[in-house]
């Protein structure tokens, strides 16, 4: 089962694509985050994402991925710990979801065990991602309990 306790840590960041992401994009200023929406059909990207050794296409492909990519790392639907299906423990399934009792069995809350400042940053950065996605309408597919958006 899912321990809480296994969170993401400085020493295994190189295993995530979004703890990578992190460490290439932590020292960007905010602001760059947050072009102006390109007219025309050019699509509408935050950052430019490279995947090395992806059959990804165009501009956007490897964008969308990188936000699918991440949105799997973050909560699996497969809570094993194994090599395909690795998770940072940043969100960890709500107490329905891991009881499977109740309204919002399929929701995931932010890991109360997640306390150092490394981890902290990451929330902060997830937090970045989340407003990129919101502007460039590229989903982040987190199913987060009502109670989050209040």
């Known amino acids: 089962l899912l321990n809480p306790k296994e969170i993401a840590s400085y020493k295994n ?21 947050r072009p102006i929406k390109p007219t025309g059909s050019d699509p509408f990207l935050a950052f430019e994402v490279v995947l090395k050794g992806e059959l990804v296409m165009g501009e956007g492909g490897p964008y ?52 150092e400042s490394y981890q902290l940053a990451l929330f902060e950065f ?14 982040l597919t987190l199913d987060l309990p009502s109670l989050f958006w209040k």
């Open 13 to 33: 960041r190189d295993e995530f694509v979004f703890t990578r992401a992190y460490e290439q994009l932590k020292n960007v200023s905010t602001t760059l985050f």
């Open 64 to 115: 969308r991925q990188f936000f699918a990519d991440i949105s799997q790392e973050l909560q699996p639907n497969n809570i094993s710990l194994t090599s395909q299906h690795k998770n940072l423990n940043l969100l960890v399934p709500s107490p329905n979801n891991y009881s499977k009792l109740g309204e919002g069995r399929d929701k995931y809350v932010i890991n109360p065990s997640a306390k």
């Open 126 to 139: 997830l937090g970045i991602l989340m407003g990129c996605s919101v502007r460039t309408g590229t989903h």
